[in-house]
């Protein structure tokens, strides 16, 4: 297969400048990006889920006081040597892993100037034939994974970009870029929508549907002639949504995957305890006694307050 008649992704651009400041204090010193889910931490389960969607290239977008998310995925000479020597295999291959994954290269943003402005920076990191790229949010967790892969389909059927869906209740739409999409034609897949247009965040009366973006984008190479064109947005931001907006105007199709899976969102405390409980409930060590431990504190909980 050549490179250019590929359909999986080669590339993709996580974008993890943010400061973090709903992680604050621990974002004082440790980006939210490498807080662990059980032992993981989120920068690793993204290229971990790059890497399965096909992925050689994690674009990382880093701030400049942020260099321990690149850090991460080097090697370790003296702990491996330390491991190997008292034969803790198991842990020398958690340590090597996530360099083993996928190769990152760091692309620095210096002003936060919102998600687009992020995303058009990686457009050096990209080969001069390569058609599209991912964007992956690290503070999205899609599960189960594998919804690259099924964007990835859908692009090689309809061409132009992809993005992931969520149905989500309308009092949560405007934490979202929310789609307006067409009804499915006969012979569409179920889960495929044509976009007739995106809106980032709107008051829920304004939002075109319950459909929102969920963090995982197949994006044709034209966004970044868009991403030249658009001006601030939303919360004073260069905003991808109104890069894919203009794309759609353009003629550019633009279709959606509806993802009925389920999500965390790792931005914030309240949606990564969450994360950690699903997690640490499915792991085959700590899983059993933390659905003990959960129900006695739930019990000591409800007794508290009754
Ligand atoms: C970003 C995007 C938004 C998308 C969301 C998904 O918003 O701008 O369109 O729906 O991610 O998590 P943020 O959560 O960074 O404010």
Redesign the pocket.
Known sequence: MTQQSRSSVRTVIVPAAGMGTRFLPATKTVPKELLPVVDTPGIELIAEEAAQAGAEKLAVITAPNKQEIMEYFQSFPGLEKTLEERGRFEQLHKVRHAAELIHPVAIEQDQPLG?GHAVSLAEQALAEDEEFFGVM?P??LVLPSGVMERMSQVRARYGGSVLCAFEVPEDEVS???VFDVYDPEPGDPEDVRRVKGMV??PEPAEAPSNF????RYLLDREVFTALRKITPGKGGEL???DAIELLIQEGHPVHIVIHRGKRH?L?NPGGYIPACVDFGLSHPVYGPLLRRTLSRILAEHESDTA
């Open positions: 998600l949010l503070d999205d934490n979202y870029g980032e965040k929102v973006a969920t963090g905003q991808l949504t969102d931005g």
